[in-house]
């Protein structure tokens, strides 16, 4: 039996937005009660796309930032970035010759960045990506994964390669005396009422780094005017809004607002729904972004009150990142074993 234990990570490849905090960041903070967790700022997985190196390092201390303003706490948990820790590299590797080039090339996220484009024009590392991201979450055998909804596949993906490994080696795995369910198989934590936030401009895109429009997402660092302004333009339909969640299935842009209010207000749709059944626009616009200010403002300040101190960031980190390489050692000096190094 494994010992519950969290995993999960944000690439530091630009500025946090609300998607992140409610499919992710927000949700890391009540698992700290039931389990030990490790929350990583996956820099090896930024450069899979060019960095400019000062961003990076910037953006590196403003996502551990995010972390404990949202409320992760560094102590008792473990903050840290995943270069820090070189057994990452070290097991990615070994899951790449573990891995099939047909799984990768099956990857829905690899194939939406390069649909259209010059694979030629395109790292090695974005295609390998999905392998990394199995190490990182396998060499703490970690059981539960907390993600957004665009993650499930790259679990799905960590799930097989578990799989494989505890196969393709298991005679060995038995030599060695270990356990013959040697990586466990991790359950993604994809729950609640935000797992995939979508665009403010349109409902059929997902709130994301890349959107083209500043107006389609709000940023972390965002001020209460900025929070207020974009969600009284989100795009909507005219409708009032329903009285039952059913109400919301074929209007992506309500169904989106109204996620977005449950999650800040840890509700569910339905309660929303109860209480803002038959209103309109007029009234639950001003109402989502009086929420949004007063739940996204404390955390913004916090992030910038830490951010002005970056050498208290750097100091939890490399305490973070001490202990994660110990428990990392552990597992890659087995693995070492297992596969006959
Ligand atoms: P991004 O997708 O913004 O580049 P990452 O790949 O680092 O960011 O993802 C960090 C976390 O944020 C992941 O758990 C991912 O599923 C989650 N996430 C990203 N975008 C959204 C979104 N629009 N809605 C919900 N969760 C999201
Ligand atoms: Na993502």
């Not at 967790?37 to 996502?63: F, G, K, N, S």
């Not at 969600?231 to 299935?249: F, M, N, Q, W, Y």
Request: a neutral charge; proline letters at 6%; charged letters at 25%.
């Amino acid at each position: 039996a494994f010992t519950p234990r969290v995993f999960s990570g944000i690439q530091p490849s630009g500025d946090l937005h609300l998607g992140n905090y409610l499919g992710a960041i927000k949700r890391f903070v009540p698992l700290q009660q039931s389990h030990h967790c490790l929350y990583c700022v996956v820099d090896m997985h930024a450069i899979t796309v060019w960095q400019e190196p000062d961003d990076l390092r910037r953006a590196t201390r403003e996502v551990a930032a995010a972390f404990v303003a949202a409320g992760v706490d560094p102590k008792k948990h473990i903050v840290y970035n995943q270069s820090r820790v070189h057994q990452h590299a070290e097991l990615a590797w070994v899951f790449n010759c573990v891995a099939r080039m047909g799984w990768m090339s099956r990857m829905t996220q690899w194939k939406d960045k390069t649909a259209g484009k010059n694979a030629e024009a395109e790292s090695l590392g974005l295609f390998a990506y999905p392998s990394l991201m199995a190490a990182d979450i396998l060499l703490y055998k970690a059981t539960h994964v907390p993600v957004g909804e665009d993650q499930k596949q790259h679990l799905e993906l960590t799930r097989d390669i578990a799989q494989k490994f505890n196969n393709d080696f298991a005679p060995s795995i038995k030599v060695q005396s270990l356990d013959a369910d040697y990586f466990p198989i991790t359950e993604p934590v994809i729950t609640g009422p935000a797992t995939r936030v979508m665009s403010l401009r349109d409902g059929q895109k997902k709130m994301s780094k890349s959107d083209p429009s500043d107006q389609s997402r709000i940023l972390m660092l965002d001020d209460a005017d900025a929070i207020s302004k974009k969600i009284k333009r989100a795009t909507t339909d005219p409708e009032p809004l329903p009285s039952e969640e059913a109400g919301l299935k074929a209007r992506p842009e309500a169904d989106n607002l109204v996620g977005i209010y449950a999650a800040l207000a840890d509700a569910t749709k339905t309660e929303v729904l109860r209480q803002y059944g038959g209103q309109g626009w007029g009234v639950f616009k001003p109402a989502l972004a009086d929420l949004a200010v007063a739940k996204l403002t404390p955390v913004a300040d916090e992030m910038r009150r830490l951010i002005a101190d970056p050498a208290s960031i750097d100091a939890f980190m490399a305490d973070g990142a001490e202990r994660a390489s110990e428990i990392a050692e552990r597992t890659m000096s087995e693995v070492r074993r297992i596969v006959g190094f």
